[in-house]
Every structure is written in structure tokens, then in C-alpha cells.
């Protein structure tokens, strides 16, 4: 079965640092580009950040551009997201899921699947 697990959420002062991770099952970083995304009360999900191992590629909104960091670990079939100088903006429940290939063409949630069950990421100013 097709699975991704997030894990690693949870409370931060703002400024604080925190790591998530996403453990993917039944499929290899390589085969598809994988991203993060996140939810906060009231507000649409949007992309935080996106990676194509196969591209080597890495995508970032604007709002995380040089606070988070992505990357991936091949033999762990694992991404992460170092989350720095956190701010009270970026509560909100993380996700990761899979996109539609290897290639990073899209950030589009809906072009997203096998979403996994979310870590809330509380940041207290």
C-alpha cells in the first residue's frame, strides 16, 4: 500500500526551530515528487514546500522561503522539513503527499494524493 506518515509536530515559541518528517511506504522518493502543505483553521490548504529527488529540485513559498528547508533521505525513504524562526503565522496542520510523477510540475493540492494524517504545529508568540 501507497502510505505517508508525518510525524514530529507540535508546540514552539516563535523564533523556535522544529523538524517534521514524512515516511513514505509502498513507492520510492524517486518515483514521485513529494510535498508539504499545510492547513490552518479557517484557511484552504497550501504548499509549503515541494521536492523532486529525481530532478534534484526543490520548491518553496514565498511565506518559508529561507525559515524551512526540505530535504530528502533516499535509504529512509524519508523527507524532512527543518522548520527556523518559526512565527505564530505558521500554526497550522502539516501534511505530505505524493504528486502525480517524479518531476515537480505542479503544487496545486489537488494534483496531490495519499495524503497522510497530518502533525499539528502550534507556535506560541
Known amino acids: 500500500d501507497v502510505q505517508l506518515q508525518a510525524s514530529g509536530g507540535g508546540s514552539v515559541q516563535s523564533g523556535g526551530s522544529l523538524r517534521l518528517s514524512c515516511v513514505a511506504s509502498?513507492?520510492?522518493?524517486?518515483?514521485?515528487?513529494i510535498g508539504w502543505f499545510r492547513q490552518a483553521p479557517g484557511k484552504e490548504r497550501e504548499a509549503v514546500s515541494a521536492i523532486s529527488t529525481s530532478e534534484d529540485n526543490l520548491w518553496y513559498a514565498d511565506s518559508v522561503k529561507d525559515r524551512f528547508t526540505m530535504s530528502s533521505d533516499i535509504a529512509k525513504n524519508t523527507v524532512y522539513l527543518q522548520m527556523s524562526s518559526v512565527k505564530p503565522d505558521d500554526t497550522a496542520v502539516y501534511y505530505c503527499a505524493k504528486g502525480p510523477g517524479a518531476r515537480l510540475i505542479t503544487t496545486y493540492p489537488a494534483e496531490f494524493d495519499s495524503w497522510g494524517q497530518g502533525t499539528q504545529v502550534t507556535v506560541s508568540s
Open positions: 509502498g513507492f520510492t522518493l524517486d518515483e514521485y515528487a
